[in-house]
């Protein structure tokens, strides 16, 4: 996608596969040669001349582990969109968030945390349709993503927890658990600060749907009683007496959910009035996966955002909710 666009020039990229090192990136997209080599040297990104890095590995555990290289390109004067976190650093407390906003001010530039959910369907979605409302007494997110065609096994099996034996390791209370209440909490206190509130608690509620058969999907197989499905759930208090709910729905079939809860997105507005939008990403071209379409979202919002943060003034960056002053 960077590719392109005429107006945006592609400089280098620091990839996580040895035999992807030296390989020019015009052939790693089945292009014409670029005449730029991708790098497993971090160092070598920091030293290039560019204005702006699109930060998008897969996220990790711990949450915060990524920082490091955030605060490192930050520093070197780059500014940095990234779709592995930063959306609201400061729902981490002052101590992350202004390790980021330091780094951002001493290196004259932003950086903003950006992508579908968390990133857009909350914070400019959700949040822009509260304009029609009188009184709000509950937000609520459902999510539902469909693995079942999903070609990455540490994706499906190891960030979304899918085949795990909860009799073994209950992915509810370990480091899986934490990392997605770090990242997603990033969401609850994005939307309190814009409707004029504060989080006075946060409660998970996590679910878990086992396999009544194995499942086959592209990576490997689910056996049958581990783990076919997980329903991340955050319910937050507001200090103005409004209700957050969000639940975040990962399954290797859809079929095993209840109808109301197969939309990719469901967004309600409880109060006056009762708002209620579905929003559905899809794959036009039968031939691709249908994740695709998906993945193109995310790095939509990430490229198209590069205007905005790169003319943004030094520090933290995020978009505000269409609509609202």
Same mark, same amino acid.
């Given at each position: ?40 040297? /971090?160092?070598?990104?920091? @030293?290039?001349?560019?204005? =702006?890095? $699109?930060?998008?590995? %897969?996220?990790?555990?711990?949450? *915060? !582990? ?57 914070? /400019?979605?959700?949040?822009? @349709?509260?304009?029609?409302? =009188?009184? $709000?007494?509950?937000? %609520?997110?459902?999510?539902?993503? *469909? !693995? ?62 086992? @396999? ?5 999907? $592209? ?9 076919? !499905? ?62 695709? @379409? ?16 790169? !003319? ?14």
């Amino acid at each position: 996608m960077v590719v392109d666009r005429p107006e945006l020039e592609l400089v280098g990229a620091l990839v996580y596969s040895e035999k992807k090192v030296g390989v020019d990136l015009g052939e790693m997209i089945h292009r014409p040669s670029l005449g730029v080599a991708a790098t497993r040297d /971090r160092d070598e990104i920091f @030293a290039l001349d560019a204005d =702006v890095v $699109i930060h998008m590995p %897969r996220i990790t555990l711990p949450y *915060d !582990a990524l920082v490091p290289d955030v605060v490192r390109l930050l520093e070197s004067g780059k500014n940095v969109i990234s779709t592995a976190g930063f959306h609201w650093p400061q729902a981490h407390g002052d101590a992350y968030a202004d390790r980021l906003r330091d780094a951002a001010i001493k290196g004259g530039v932003t950086l903003a945390g950006v992508g579908v959910n968390p990133g857009l369907v909350a914070e /400019r979605l959700l949040l822009s @349709a509260t304009a029609m409302s =009188v009184e $709000i007494d509950e937000l %609520r997110l459902f999510e539902t993503v *469909d !693995a079942s065609a999903m070609a990455s096994g540490a994706f499906v099996f190891d960030l979304m927890g899918l085949g795990s034996d909860p009799d073994i390791r209950d992915i509810r209370d370990g480091p899986l658990a934490k990392l997605y209440g770090a990242l997603f909490s990033e969401v609850l206190y994005f939307c309190a600060h814009h409707l004029g509130s504060r989080i006075s608690s946060i409660e998970p509620h996590h679910e878990l749907t086992l @396999a009544p058969h194995d499942i086959t999907l $592209i990576p490997g197989t689910i056996a049958k009683g581990t783990v076919a !499905a997980t329903e991340w759930n955050w319910r937050a208090m507001l200090e103005n007496g409004t209700v957050l709910i969000l639940s975040i729905i990962w399954t290797a079939d859809p079929s095993l959910h209840d109808s109301d809860k197969q939309g990719h997105w469901t967004l309600k507005v409880v109060g006056r009035p009762n708002i209620t939008m579905t929003l559905d990403i899809s794959e036009a071209d039968p031939t691709k996966p249908p994740s695709r @379409a998906l993945t193109d979202a995310v790095c939509a919002v990430a490229i198209n955002a590069i205007p905005a943060v790169c !003319a943004a003034p030094p520090g933290l960056f995020a978009f505000d909710p269409i609509g609202l002053a």
